[in-house]
């Protein structure tokens, strides 16, 4: 960190605590049948999201003349101020790649994000791109109250792929999701 963005976060923390009344001293009290004191109370928490709700995707015995599509609700949960947040994807193919494998062989998948639920088509993800920008409506970390999901996750796998793939032949990889807070 460079020494004048040190000096911009150092006076904006000292500002903070002189804002929230932090600087405000401890009172002791006197001696005497009763004895009053007080002190100042502060808290403060840093940014923090999470995501829930999340779905194993199962396309089996997938028609390979219909491309194939997932879409779930997810809960995602954001505490910034503005409950922004960004969501970046990875698969578990060669560089992270969207793709399921049987031994060596492997077909390709694509992945959508909509920052809404009841969606059936999103912003498209690229591997190990953060979508960004992204608001949630969550009132609490697992959507427990309030709205019960806040984002839709859409796994979609193209007739091509699917008419690749022999017959009875199970390929399988794992998606990852990683949302930071903005």
């Known amino acids: 960190m ?5 000096l911009r976060l150092s006076a904006l923390c000292v500002a903070a605590i002189l804002a929230n009344g932090a600087a405000d001293a401890a009172t002791s009290g006197s001696l005497g049948a009763t ?16 995501i829930s ?3 194993n995707v199962d396309f089996t015995n997938q028609d390979p003349a219909v491309a194939a599509v997932s879409a779930q609700n997810v809960c995602v949960w954001s ?17 992270s ?9 492997t077909v390709p998948y694509s992945v959508e994000w909509a920052q809404t639920s009841g969606q059936s088509a999103g912003t498209s993800l690229g ?6 920008g992204q608001k949630s409506t969550a009132t609490n970390a697992l959507c427990a109250s309030g709205p019960s999901s806040t984002a839709s996750l ?14 009875l032949t199970v390929y ?5 999701l990683v949302v930071a807070p903005e």
């Open 35 to 50: 004895s009053t004191g007080s002190v100042s109370i502060g808290a403060s928490v840093p940014n923090r999201v999470q």
């Open 2 to 6: 460079d020494n004048a963005r040190y």
């Open 79 to 95: 505490n910034t101020s503005t409950k922004g947040y960004n969501v970046t994807a990875s698969g578990s193919g060669t560089a």
């Open 127 to 132: 591997v190990g791109t953060a979508l960004t």
């Open 172 to 176: 399988t990889g794992t998606l990852t």
């Open 154 to 167: 859409i796994v979609r796998m193209s007739t091509a792929s699917l008419q690749s793939m022999p017959a």
């Open 97 to 105: 790649a969207f793709t399921l494998a049987n031994g060596a062989a």
């Open 53 to 55: 709700g999340l779905s």
